[in-house]
């Protein structure tokens, strides 16, 4: 399975957490995880954010779950780079 090291989400978070906290807390889901947000709009519950995040190897699965639990949701994934597992090719 290829290795995911970017992805560009569009997700819609409440106010709390707020986005320092919010950042924060996906950063510190891998060890070497670096999390851009940037905020397109703010309505009186809810906050549209853009998350760009990277790193040598990203659980995506964990990733999504977070921003759940946090009481985020995915609205589409607007950009991946992934990269082929060390020792394996494709099967043609």
Excluded: C, W
């Excluded at 957490?17 to 703010?42: I, K, M, T």
């Excluded at 597992?85 to 494709?90: D, I, L, R, V």
């Amino acid at each position: 399975m290829a290795i995911v090291t970017h992805v560009v989400l569009d997700v819609l978070k409440p106010h709390q957490p707020n986005v320092l906290d919010f950042a924060s807390q996906l950063a510190d889901l891998g060890e070497n995880y670096s999390v851009n947000l940037v905020v397109q709009e703010v309505d009186d519950r809810t906050h549209s954010i853009i998350l760009k995040i990277s790193g040598d190897h990203l659980d995506f699965d964990a990733i999504t779950q977070h921003i759940e639990a946090m009481g985020g949701s995915v609205h589409s994934i607007d950009e991946v780079d992934v990269k082929s597992e060390p020792g394996k090719q494709a099967v043609a």
